[in-house]
């Protein structure tokens, strides 16, 4: 994964992110909330040679000296008298004794959520040790303490620290969200990007159409000329333009998917008006015998169509026009129960003469896993295309219908990613601003129109 798509699996997933890290700064600030502060006194001390012959030695020994000291400082009796020497009702704030190598520095620290308490637990075992070193019980002899500095009242608290407990909460709020954007990628059951689909298909993605609600009440090849479609158009010439560099002197295009409602019938009109508006002669096949909708999708009868032509239907009595002068199209017919013994036998014939009369012949056929009439054409047609529905079709269903077709020796030759929502968002075209067919608008409707 290259630096573009972890950026984009960050921005895909990016409600993941956020909330991870919400989260983690929502629970900081409750922490915040219910933790105790804690205040902190100092007392400093330092040791000291008392001047006998021995105070060089006592200087360069300071560190085996200072850690006496500090055990002292800990000692419970120590602790017992600064306790008996605190103000009535008062408890000893928790004490630590800090030393610094080479230094002849004591540190008494004093901790505890009342900052007066801390300021007299530090006096107080302060007082205490220098009590014991005065009446001999220490048993240094070259050295003595004195006090160089006073614990004074806390102004603020030492713990928590709100500003980097935010800022800590933050990273790792940040860190483990990207840490589940990427594992909710990897652990994605449904086909939602064009890299992810390119991947489990095998095959590169050659167009995503994106999610446009009025497709579903498109009824005539004209419709698609409307600028409110002009992504999907563009995304449609893309297709085409793939399709056409790829695979050459292309006649056939069969289009399936690895189940139902994913969108292949649109995938196929629209692909086949795409061809007719580029100028080359197009046929429009329903070859779904078992739910075609090419007749639903342009309000015409489904008979006679492709299933009678298989019975001996003369065909120019089934090819029906569009108000596109390059388009016709066959509707499925009447429905059978088992067309696949049929197509086996007649459809390989017939595609042949569909190839010799026209430039293009586009054919929406049966999904792959459910059935095996789609097998079947592919296995004549000279490309196959794969629709997958964006966040709709799961990876093992995709896995499984190109697994279909390896049985047969049928390579994919390309997916088409259905119901983008991220397409629209990336068009290069602006909206048209003119309806008068002057300045950009204008130009991209007579583009729209020539195309």
Known sequence: MNLSEF???????????????????????????????????????????????????????????????????????????????????????????????????????????????????????????????????????????????????????????????????????????????????????????????????????????PNEPALARVHAARDLTDPKFRIVAEALRDLRTNLLFTKGNLRSIVVTSPEGSHGKTTVSFGLAVSFARSGARTLLVDADLRKGRISELLNVQRTPGLSEILRGHPIEEAVRHTSLDNLDFITGGKLGEDPGELLMAEFPNLLHQFERIYDMVVIDTTPLVPVSDARIIARFGKATLIVASAGVTTRRQLRTAVERLALISVQPTGAVLNNYRAASKTAYYGPTESSNGSGTGGKTKRRLARL
Do not use: C
């Open 7 to 209: 950026l984009e699996v960050l921005w895909r997933r990016k409600l993941i992110v956020i909330g991870v890290t919400l989260v983690s700064l929502g629970v900081a600030f409750a922490a915040l909330k219910v933790t105790t502060k804690q205040y902190e006194a100092t007392s400093t001390l330092a040791v000291l040679p008392t001047g006998g012959p021995n105070s060089i030695y006592i200087l360069s020994a300071v560190d085996q000296i200072t850690p006496i000291y500090a055990d002292a400082a800990t000692a419970p009796d120590t602790l017992g008298t600064a306790q008996r020497a605190l103000q009535t009702g008062e408890s000893l704030a928790s004490i630590n004794v800090r030393t610094f190598t080479g230094t002849p520095i004591i540190k008494v620290v004093a901790r505890d959520p009342s900052p007066k308490v801390a300021q007299d637990s530090a006096e107080a075992v302060t007082q205490a040790l220098l009590g014991r070193e005065a009446s001999g019980e220490l048993k240094v002899t070259q050295a003595h303490l004195e006090q160089y500095n006073r614990p004074t009242l806390p102004s603020g608290a030492v713990y928590p620290r709100p500003k980097l407990t935010m800022i800590v909460a933050f990273l790792l709020g940040l860190g483990l969200g990207v840490g589940a954007a990427l594992l909710r990628e990897n652990l994605a059951t449904k086909i939602e990007t064009p890299e992810a689909l390119a991947r489990v298909a095998g095959v590169p993605s050659y167009a995503e159409i």
